[in-house]
């Protein structure tokens, strides 16, 4: 029975290896050995195809047309006025961004936080949507149904490009040309302090016939994995959708590729996003608002994933306006419950939501009280230790009884090994009269798993921790720790942990659990320093818990010490 409780943990670990191994080798571009269903695209060209440059592939985007798309030609949005209009450049900035949009379309182009900087440049501001030679990534809109103006339209823009002192607003505007008797103009409105845009969409009739022009929204990206992402640990990258009826649904640029993207085509609420570690970038249109969803390819490495809202007809003379909002901006959770329902999904927390957003929210109210995310995660996992005490003190008591009798044990083995029915036997006999139970270390120890798991995901995915200085030499704990002293300190308490257990009878087995640590503590490494100090911090509370229970039973810790 002793050997079962192994067998289980080998199990563990070797799943473990299993899923760290089909995500190196996702993230190397490689199709997934075990699982490729959970494959995630890691796109090796940072350009499209052909020779295009990414500046040049953002503006020749398809349009999203129901049905077959249709690419849009340099005349469907061509005008004697749209041809005399210069393409400029236009940069904007509140308190909290910079936005750069681009004049053809009044597409915005570039976007950087200036309370998050760049994790390869410090000094600079993080920057998510873009246009160079690294990354496409942009936000657009425009009217389809028709030759009419869209995101490859020329505009005109006026407004300010500053958030004045005491304001606490930013008006920009971006009018087009006259395209088949309709002209768009686009109002972006910027506020302090957010990142939530205000996007109104005026479509005037200036023709004689009425139209039914469909607006549509869409964000567009290339397939590359964010700059920075470490190989050691998966996070998603891709487009998600969101309904009240479908709930959230993420889509792999793998199953864009091949045409077996999944998601609600349709529904009167909900919104589009695109989503990466840390950040996220979201259209949400009125609820109410009938329209459709889509998400495809549209150049080599270049996707779209977007709204088309139902169509409006517009009589001769007439204006109709109808109102959007964009979010552009950190995944702060909770920001994101305010601004629309399911937006806080974007966080990625994998399996585990239901057990990590609680966490999380124990995790800010400590932050709340404490002023540090580095203590605050100290004190969830003391508090977490004092909520598992019982099962903790009931499974290393049942190793303590375990280690008690493995000296009998290993004899027995010894003694029976050319019989083993009888050895079998005699260690049943041995458990009942000692009343140990061979898997009540174990099991307590599974009943915690998906908390600690969801804790990880918590750490991983909570944006808080970039820049989040701990003590000393730790100034990010989304940073992996810059002299490796934490990732040491776990391998010591690791190695501690192992000679603090009973070994097991098999030899290769003890073998296996001391070089385990080893293995781990390589990961641990290029971890961020905040999942590694949860993890020290659980190790130094567990040794102390054991510690104690073992004095407290007559069974005084031994230090089991490897025999290679």
């Known amino acids: ?183 768009l103009n686009k109002i972006y409105t910027l506020k302090r302090g957010s990142y939530v845009i205000d996007v109104k969409h005026e479509v005037v009739n200036a023709g004689g016939q009425s139209v039914s022009p469909q607006l549509y929204v869409q964000l567009v990206r290339d397939g590359n994995k964010p700059t920075g992402e470490s190989s050691f640990y998966f996070t998603f990258t891709g487009p998600a959708f969101y309904t009240d009826a479908k709930k959230f649904q993420k889509i792999d640029f793998s199953d864009i590729d091949k045409g077996k993207a999944d998601f609600a085509a349709s529904s009167p609420d909900g919104w589009v996003a ?14 109410g608002q009938n329209h459709e969803n889509f998400a495809r390819k549209i150049d080599a490495n270049l996707y779209a994933a977007g709204m088309i809202a139902q ?26 419950e305010g601004i629309a329902p399911g937006l806080e999904l974007v ?75 009888q050895m079998q036997t005699e260690m049943m006999r041995l458990y009942r009269e000692e009343k140990v139970n061979p898997l009540g270390g174990c099991l307590p120890m599974l009943v915690q798993m998906p908390v600690f798991i969801a804790l990880y995901w918590v750490l991983l995915s909570s944006v808080e921790m970039r820049g989040a200085p701990w003590i000393l030499w730790i100034h990010d704990l989304a940073a992996t720790d810059p002299y490796f002293i934490l990732p040491v300190v776990y391998t010591l308490t690791m190695l501690l942990q192992t000679a603090l257990n009973p070994p097991p009878p098999d030899p290769m087995q003890a073998k296996m659990m001391w070089i385990m640590p080893l293995v781990f503590s390589v990961m641990f490494l290029f971890f961020p320093s905040g999942l590694v100090l949860y993890w020290v911090t659980n190790n130094i509370l567990t040794i102390a818990q054991q510690w104690l229970i073992n004095i407290r039973m007559g069974v005084p810790p031994q230090f089991n010490l490897p025999k290679f």
Request: charged share 15%; glycine share 6%.
């Open 1 to 183: 029975m002793n050997d079962i409780r192994r067998t289980i943990l080998w199990v563990v670990f070797a799943f473990s290896l299993i899923m760290l191994w089909d995500q190196w080798q996702v993230y190397n571009g490689r199709s997934a050995t075990f699982f490729p269903g959970a494959s995630q695209p890691a796109a090796t060209a940072s350009a499209p195809a052909s020779g295009v440059s990414p500046a040049a592939a953002a503006s020749t985007t398809a349009l999203p047309q129901p049905g077959a798309p249709s690419v849009v030609t340099a005349d469907a949005s061509a005008s004697p006025a749209a041809a005399a209009i210069a393409r400029e450049r236009i940069e904007v900035s509140t308190d909290v961004l910079r936005l750069a949009f681009d004049t053809e379309g009044g597409s915005i182009v570039k976007s950087e936080f200036f309370r998050y900087p760049a994790q390869e440049h410090p000094e600079q501001p993080f920057v998510l949507l873009d246009t160079s030679a690294e990354r496409v990534y942009q936000a657009q809109s425009g009217l389809i149904g028709g030759p009419f103006p869209n995101h490859k339209t020329p505009m005109t823009f006026s407004g300010e490009r500053a958030l004045a002192d005491g304001a606490d607003t930013l008006t920009l505007r971006f009018e087009s040309p006259e395209v088949g008797g309709v002209r």
């Open 274 to 287: 695109m989503v990466q570690h840390y950040f996220a970038s979201a259209w949400l249109l009125p609820t």
């Open 311 to 336: 169509a409006s007809t517009v009589a001769p003379g007439a204006t109709y306006s109808t109102e959007a909002r964009l979010f552009v901006g950190p995944q702060e959770e909770q920001a994101l």
């Open 347 to 421: 966080k990625d927390y994998g399996m585990f939501t239901l057990i990590s957003k609680p966490l999380y929210w124990l995790l800010a109210k400590l932050h709340g009280v404490l002023g540090n995310w580095g203590w605050a995660i100290v004190a969830l996992v003391v508090l977490l230790k004092v909520v598992f005490y019982p099962l903790n003190a009931k499974a290393f008591s049942s190793m303590a009884r375990m280690k008690a009798v493995n000296p009998r044990i290993m004899e027995m083995r010894e003694r029976l090994k050319d019989d083993p029915r």
